[in-house]
């Protein structure tokens, strides 16, 4: 019997609505993106958990206008937030506008759309607003 993949395994939680992380059960580190062998201790050995959703930003982009006098965009929102469990997750930022975004922001991670044509995946709120709670 094979083991199933494991970007699957996480692929198929987001579906449902749950965020997913790995947990290698002989070291404890937690792993972003999934893998079938630990990036610490080489193991694969691996139990999978729900995340406290806790989160900081780390990187967000803003793109220089293209025309004179049209302000800065961040297309699409994306940003980088370090989630409390250690690792570093891309997804979009769903309630913060970008003049208001800062690196170090507390923010909180939660399975959404971006929009609505958008598949599920990670969307991080703005935790300083209240938008969403942990």
């Not at 993106?33 to 406290?52: D, M």
């Not at 891309?90 to 609505?116: C, F, Q, T, W």
């Amino acid at each position: 019997m094979t083991k199933q993949d494991p970007i699957e395994i996480y692929q198929s939680a987001l579906k449902r609505g749950k965020f997913l992380l790995q947990q290698c059960r002989d070291c404890g580190l937690f792993n972003y993106p999934p893998s079938r062998k630990c990036p610490h201790c080489a193991e694969f050995s691996w139990v999978w958990r729900e995340p406290t959703g806790k989160a900081v930003l780390q990187s967000f982009v803003l793109l220089a206008p293209v025309l004179v006098g049209i302000p800065p965009v961040m297309s699409p929102r994306k940003v980088i937030a370090q989630l409390e469990e250690g690792p570093k997750i891309a997804g979009y930022v769903g309630d913060v506008d970008n003049e208001k975004l800062y690196i170090g922001m507390l923010l909180s991670a939660h399975v959404g759309r971006p929009s609505d044509s958008e598949p599920l995946q990670i969307v991080f709120y703005n935790k300083e607003q209240g938008s969403r709670e942990w």
